[in-house]
T-cell receptor, first 112, second 114 residues
Framework: QKEVEQDPGPLSVPEGAIVSLNCTYS??????FMWYRQYSRKGPELLMY????GNKEDGRFTAQVDKSSKYISLFIRDSQPSDSATYLC????????????FGGGTRVLVKP | ETGVTQTPRHLVMGMTNKKSLKCEQH?????MYWYKQSAKKPLELMFV???????ENNSVPSRFSPECPNSSHLFLHLHTLQPEDSALYLC?????????????FGEGSRLTVL
């Protein structure tokens, strides 16, 4: 079993729809949860960052962490074609230095 | 220049060649990383340098040799690679010390081994 599971997609949605992405994980020591966005032929960039359980909102983006279920989510409201990218979840255990564990990424396509 | 810059962006090499990838960060960070990104696989951490000292070698074959002459520069020296080493190689940096997972990535060097 992989430490972090993420559906590779592709996930295709019409413009304006809500995009829902998620990851499951097995390591209960993870405390920091991140979502990175990677455009084609670019490096990943940090999109959302959450410590422990709870919700975090930033504009059209909402990140949720449910540690009891070992499940994290990212929601994109009012999706735009410019949101088309691969979204990578990443997690970090406090004692792991800065060794992130990444999911494989979900490719999202927002159609005009 | 700002951010993390990687050169070359594309590299094609034969299995007997020797080449190097270069990474430079202009963020004043003290930690630098090499990651490998292959199709349909999660990002794989290869090496970590904190304050110029290597703190992580994630069981990487010796045909990959990192070098960190200072906190702003990171190299990955390549020799006698295999076709399965073809991938996107990403450099990243972070402030160092008590990091919490925020990495700043370069755009990557796309390597093809023939």
């Amino acid at each position: 079993q992989k430490e972090v599971e993420q559906d590779p997609g592709p996930l295709s949605v019409p413009e304006g729809a809500i995009v829902s992405l998620n990851c499951t994980y097995s390591n209960s020591a993870f405390q920091y949860f991140m979502w990175y966005r990677q455009y084609s032929r670019k490096g990943p960039e940090l999109l959302m960052y959450t410590y422990s359980s709870g919700n975090k909102e930033d504009g059209r983006f909402t990140a949720q962490v449910d540690k009891s279920s070992k499940y994290i989510s990212l929601f994109i409201r009012d999706s735009q074609p410019s949101d088309s990218a691969t979204y990578l979840c990443a997690m970090l255990a406090k004692a792991a230095g800065n060794k992130l564990t990444f999911g494989g990424g979900t490719r999202v396509l927002v159609k005009p | 220049e700002t951010g993390v810059t990687q050169t070359p962006r594309h590299l094609v090499m034969g299995m007997t060649n020797k080449k190097s990838l270069k990474c430079e960060q202009h963020l004043g960070h003290n930690a630098m990383y090499w990651y490998k990104q292959s199709a349909k696989k999660p990002l794989e951490l290869m090496f970590v340098y904190n304050f110029k000292e290597q703190t992580e070698n994630n069981s990487v074959p010796s045909r990959f040799s990192p070098e960190c002459p200072n906190s702003s520069h990171l190299f990955l020296h390549l020799h006698t690679l295999q076709p399965e080493d073809s991938a996107l190689y990403l450099c990243a940096s972070s402030p160092g010390g008590k990091d919490t997972g925020e990495l700043f990535f370069g755009e990557g060097s796309r390597l093809t081994v023939l």
